[in-house]
């Protein structure tokens, strides 16, 4: 008898924090993962050894998402590789703090060219590519809910993201495929705590009413679950993982 292929998901920006913990969840669940990534080849072939070594199937593509050719061609590696692909999981991020008056042009354009131009870039090809019955997940971010100062280009870029969540979620009408976004709140990664004293960080902890910062853990088993059959009912809709910060 033979053995059915594994599901496929693609994880943009997968090589750490957040999108690695991902990698790692889906894998376990019985993914093949494709682990995409722009610089971090290193991280990223890394991380697919290890899925590798302990029975899963993993590659690793480079593809800048905020340029159309990268993507398409980030598509056909991973269906050559793995097979087609049933879930797309848009963690590729970039984050700048600055207040708007002093945000320069070439941060704006770094953020909306990954943040929101690489989400639209993946979506446009999904749409016509990703497996019928498929899943698609969107990182979004809690800060659209807390407006802080020195964020506001963050939160604009990640604003279209959940316009772009919910209008897909119908678009798709017909082929069964899920459109969701996960929005975390503070998650203890390199990219949280860069440019952050250690007084700044614990008091972020205690911002929710459970008094610590998240883990990528507690998002990838969000991103798990929207993944899952389990989740299959759960459509166009923003879930805000954060602890209660919001």
Not at 55 to 80: H, Y
Request: a neutral charge.
């Amino acid at each position: 008898m033979n053995t059915p292929s594994p599901r496929v998901a693609l994880i943009t920006g997968g090589s750490r924090g957040i999108g690695a913990a991902i990698v790692r969840r889906l894998a376990a669940d019985g993914f093949a993962v494709a682990i995409n990534y722009a610089s971090s080849a290193a991280d990223a072939e890394a991380l697919a050894a290890e899925i590798r070594q302990a029975g899963g199937r993993a590659t690793a593509v480079r593809a800048d998402v905020s340029k159309a050719a990268d993507v398409r061609a980030m598509f056909d590696q991973v269906e050559a590789d793995l097979g087609r692909i049933d879930v797309l999981v848009n963690n590729a991020g970039v984050l700048t703090l600055q207040t708007l008056a002093d945000t320069t042009d070439e941060q704006y354009d770094q953020t909306f060219d990954i943040n929101t131009r690489g989400t639209f870039n993946t979506l446009r090809v999904a749409g016509t590519r990703l497996a019928d019955g498929g899943r698609i997940v969107n990182i979004s971010s809690t800060t659209l809910a807390l407006n802080m100062p020195t964020y506001g280009l963050y939160i604009a870029s990640k604003a279209a993201v959940e316009s772009f969540t919910r209008v897909f979620a119908k678009e798709l009408r017909g082929r069964h495929i899920t459109v969701n976004a996960v929005a975390p709140g503070p998650v203890a990664t390199d990219l949280f705590r860069k440019g952050k004293s250690p007084e700044l960080i614990e008091h972020f902890a205690k911002m929710p009413p459970l008094e610590r910062l998240g883990q990528p853990e507690d998002i990838s088993g969000v991103v798990s679950f929207l993944a899952s059959q389990d989740g299959g009912w759960i459509n166009g809709q923003v879930l805000r993982a954060n602890g209660g910060i919001a």
